[in-house]
């Protein structure tokens, strides 16, 4: 976190635990750090223990209050739900206990709860190092109340969890090949960024490349009695494995503490790029695209030449007269060095100019240039998809970068407000002379309006933040932003055709399930109508009287779980939002 210049974060921060997470981590693991915050931590393992939660893209860290070591308390990859109680812990007491908040992390483990030991557990293929001793209690916290304790009586057991660093330079100074991410196959330490210039959820791929082609051969399983032996066959191995549920509690003292809200943001963030991470045309793509050859590894590019690079490519976006073809290339490599690095998506909050160029360039190509028949153009919906893909690419992982809030709320959220109108358009496409056009103009225009949907679930999760953060400033919540968009003429037709998009995939007479793209675009989707009836009558009035029927009959949970498989990370979040979905939809 500290090289993104975040004043108010580093000053959140504790100057101990910061060198403590500079000198012992490697630099791509501590610039991916998203927060740090003091907090009780309740566990199978430990019971009201004040520790540190480090907080990065794949997983919570814990370490001790003031640090000595760094333990992984649970990977993204085994959560199965983040959420915030509603309670008043009995072992704090006075404003503390009015102030705290208690966020429960139920994740999956495949130790038996016997043992009780599966938090802090080594992962063994983390590449950690084994456990040393430690007698060093947690003696020197800020003051909590007596009746917190220390580690349970079978210390001893924590200890053989809990990894020391050991030293290879100095006494603070670890080992550099033992302290990255764990190293878990699935997904890689280092995975592709969700958008790509070869890939992306906001453009679909072809039928063919999506589909599993259920062609029964001779020997094979038909369609039908495969999914259920598939099922079958998951249920056994999820019960040879001992998988259950286990809970970690962060109780943290602070009304404006934001953990939770970097929690869910970067379990969003890791269930898509895992799930897209499952699908092999993304990853060859991804590896084709890679300008590095196998088992060669280029080496990063600092922030000062990311921020130079970025100039460079600003100037040329920004002067006068450039043309349609050429502002489409910078565009794409624009898009695609967001994609791999994530400091240049820090970057691009931090210049105002060119966030607001391609704002009004989505306004003009799409809105303020249509052909004199009233319907769009080829290279309208082309350039249009581009820009909304970048500046979808941009809010991803950003944010703990106070420049993108700050660019987005200033002069009371015009910018954001451009953004949000300039991105709906009328789904409906015109009719033209010319058969051919139409239909490649169709086939565009889908993949503008999934773009579309991609970004407006950015610019909500944005408003998510928002709205659980009690700060005035901070006026961009998701009631805000249904509001800006209110008036547009076309939103209903907008989000109609988001909702009967969702119908649709259930709706498919076939069998097939989703590849993980379309999961990726089925999930955003979902928080796109759960956000327009949580927050917005007429939204909820309009989905009710136009979609209650088709909702009720075509949309059902065993349905959404054949089209979901199982070990898709996006796939149980998908179903509760489905079910979320069903129960406002059809409530009268």
Same mark, same amino acid.
């Given at each position: 976190?500290?090289?993104?210049?975040?004043?108010?974060?580093?000053?959140?921060?504790?100057?101990?635990?910061?060198?403590?997470?500079?000198?012992?981590?490697?630099?791509?693991?501590?610039?991916?750090?998203?927060?740090?915050?003091?907090?009780?931590?309740?566990?199978?393992?430990?019971?009201?223990?004040?520790?540190?939660?480090?907080?990065?893209?794949?997983?919570?860290?814990?370490?001790?209050?003031?640090?000595?070591?760094?333990?992984?308390?649970?990977?993204?990859?085994?959560?199965?739900?983040?959420?915030?109680?509603?309670?008043?812990?009995?072992?704090?007491?006075?404003?503390?206990?009015?102030?705290?908040?208690?966020?429960?992390?139920?994740?999956?483990?495949?130790?038996?709860?016997?043992?009780?030991?599966?938090?802090?557990?080594?992962?063994?293929?983390?590449?950690?190092?084994?456990?040393?001793?430690?007698?060093?209690?947690?003696?020197?916290?800020?003051?909590?109340?007596?009746?917190?304790?220390?580690?349970?009586?079978?210390?001893?057991?924590?200890?053989?969890?809990?990894?020391?660093?050991?030293?290879?330079?100095?006494?603070?100074?670890?080992?550099?090949?033992?302290?990255?991410?764990?190293?878990?196959?699935?997904?890689?330490?280092?995975?592709?960024?969700?958008?790509?210039?070869?890939?992306?959820?906001?453009?679909?791929?072809?039928?063919?490349?999506?589909?599993?082609?259920?062609?029964?051969?001779?020997?094979?399983?038909?369609?039908?009695?495969?999914?259920?032996?598939?099922?079958?066959?998951?249920?056994?191995?999820?019960?040879?494995?001992?998988?259950?549920?286990?809970?970690?509690?962060?109780?943290?003292?602070?009304?404006?503490?934001?953990?939770?809200?970097?929690?869910?943001?970067?379990?969003?963030?890791?269930?898509?790029?895992?799930?897209?991470?499952?699908?092999?045309?993304?990853?060859?793509?991804?590896?084709?695209?890679?300008?590095?050859?196998?088992?060669?590894?280029?080496?990063?590019?600092?922030?000062?030449?990311?921020?130079?690079?970025? +100039?460079? #490519?600003? *100037?040329?976006? &920004?002067?006068?007269? =450039?043309?349609?073809?050429?502002?489409?290339?910078?565009? @794409? $490599?624009?898009?695609?060095?967001?994609?791999?690095?994530?400091?240049?998506?820090?970057?691009?909050?931090?210049?105002?100019?060119?966030?607001?160029?391609?704002?009004?360039?989505?306004?003009?190509?799409?809105?303020?240039?249509?052909?004199?028949?009233?319907?769009?153009?080829?290279?309208?919906?082309?350039?249009?998809?581009?820009?909304?893909?970048?500046?979808?690419?941009?809010?991803?992982?950003?944010?703990?970068?106070?420049?993108?809030?700050?660019?987005?709320?200033?002069?009371? +959220?015009? #910018?954001? *407000?451009?953004? &949000?109108?300039?991105? =709906?358009?009328?789904?409906?496409?015109?009719?033209?002379? @010319? $058969?051919?056009?139409?239909?490649?103009?169709?086939?565009?225009?889908?993949?503008?309006?999934?773009?579309?949907?991609?970004?407006?679930?950015?610019?909500?999760?944005?408003?998510?933040?928002?709205?659980?953060?009690?700060?005035?400033?901070?006026?961009?919540?998701?009631?805000?932003?249904?509001?800006?968009?209110?008036?547009?003429?076309?939103?209903?037709?907008?989000?109609?055709?988001?909702?009967?998009?969702?119908?649709?995939?259930?709706?498919?007479?076939?069998?097939?399930?989703?590849?993980?793209?379309? *999961?990726?675009? &089925?999930?955003?989707?979902?928080?796109?109508?759960?956000?327009?009836?949580?927050?917005?009558?007429?939204?909820?009035?309009?989905?009710?009287?136009?979609?209650?029927?088709?909702?009720?009959?075509?949309?059902?949970?065993?349905?959404?779980?054949?089209?979901?498989?199982?070990?898709?990370?996006?796939?149980?979040?998908?179903?509760?939002?489905?079910?979320?979905?069903?129960?406002?939809?059809?409530?009268?």
């Amino acid at each position: 976190m500290a090289p993104t210049g975040s004043g108010a974060l580093l000053s959140r921060r504790n100057i101990k635990l910061d060198s403590f997470l500079k000198r012992n981590t490697e630099r791509r693991v501590y610039e991916r750090i998203r927060a740090c915050e003091p907090c009780v931590v309740i566990s199978e393992a430990v019971n009201k223990v004040y520790m540190h939660a480090v907080l990065s893209d794949e997983c919570v860290y814990l370490t001790e209050y003031p640090p000595r070591t760094l333990t992984v308390a649970v990977t993204f990859r085994r959560v199965r739900d983040i959420e915030l109680v509603k309670d008043l812990p009995d072992f704090l007491s006075g404003k503390d206990r009015e102030r705290c908040q208690h966020i429960r992390i139920t994740y999956v483990t495949e130790q038996p709860a016997a043992g009780g030991r599966d938090w802090l557990r080594r992962d063994r293929r983390a590449g950690l190092p084994p456990a040393a001793p430690s007698s060093r209690r947690i003696s020197h916290c800020p003051a909590i109340p007596h009746n917190l304790e220390g580690y349970p009586a079978h210390g001893e057991q924590i200890t053989e969890e809990i990894h020391v660093l050991k030293s290879t330079r100095s006494a603070s100074c670890p080992n550099p090949e033992t302290l990255g991410l764990p190293r878990v196959p699935h997904p890689p330490s280092q995975p592709p960024s969700l958008y790509s210039a070869a890939s992306s959820p906001t453009s679909p791929l072809s039928p063919s490349d999506h589909r599993l082609n259920w062609r029964t051969e001779p020997g094979q399983v038909p369609r039908r009695i495969g999914s259920v032996l598939s099922r079958l066959l998951r249920r056994d191995c999820v019960d040879s494995r001992e998988q259950r549920e286990a809970e970690l509690h962060l109780y943290v003292v602070s009304q404006t503490s934001r953990l939770y809200l970097h929690l869910q943001s970067s379990w969003n963030s890791f269930i898509i790029k895992s799930t897209l991470l499952l699908d092999p045309l993304y990853m060859r793509r991804c590896s084709t695209a890679s300008d590095s050859s196998p088992g060669k590894q280029l080496p990063a590019i600092s922030l000062e030449r990311t921020a130079h690079l970025f +100039g460079q #490519l600003s *100037s040329e976006l &920004l002067q006068d007269g =450039i043309s349609v073809e050429s502002l489409y290339l910078l565009l @794409q $490599e624009l898009k695609t060095a967001a994609h791999r690095n994530a400091a240049l998506r820090r970057v691009f909050w931090r210049s105002s100019e060119v966030c607001a160029f391609l704002v009004q360039t989505l306004e003009e190509s799409l809105h303020g240039c249509q052909s004199l028949s009233g319907a769009y153009t080829a290279d309208q919906l082309l350039l249009s998809t581009l820009i909304v893909q970048t500046l979808a690419v941009m809010f991803r992982e950003t944010e703990v970068e106070p420049a993108r809030l700050s660019l987005l709320s200033a002069k009371k +959220g015009a #910018l954001a *407000s451009r953004m &949000l109108l300039a991105l =709906i358009c009328d789904p409906e496409p015109q009719t033209q002379n @010319q $058969e051919s056009l139409v239909n490649d103009c169709e086939t565009l225009l889908a993949e503008y309006l999934d773009a579309a949907c991609s970004l407006l679930f950015e610019l909500l999760l944005l408003g998510h933040e928002a709205s659980r953060c009690a700060s005035a400033d901070n006026f961009l919540c998701v009631g805000w932003i249904l509001r800006v968009l209110q008036p547009h003429p076309h939103l209903l037709s907008f989000i109609g055709h988001q909702a009967q998009q969702v119908v649709q995939v259930f709706s498919d007479p076939q069998d097939s399930v989703l590849s993980p793209p379309q *999961s990726v675009l &089925l999930f955003q989707r979902c928080r796109l109508l759960l956000a327009c009836l949580q927050y917005n009558s007429q939204l909820t009035q309009h989905l009710q009287a136009h979609f209650r029927e088709e909702f009720r009959y075509f949309v059902k949970l065993p349905c959404a779980e054949e089209k979901l498989p199982a070990h898709y990370p996006i796939s149980q979040p998908t179903l509760r939002l489905v079910e979320q979905i069903l129960t406002l939809i059809l409530h009268r």
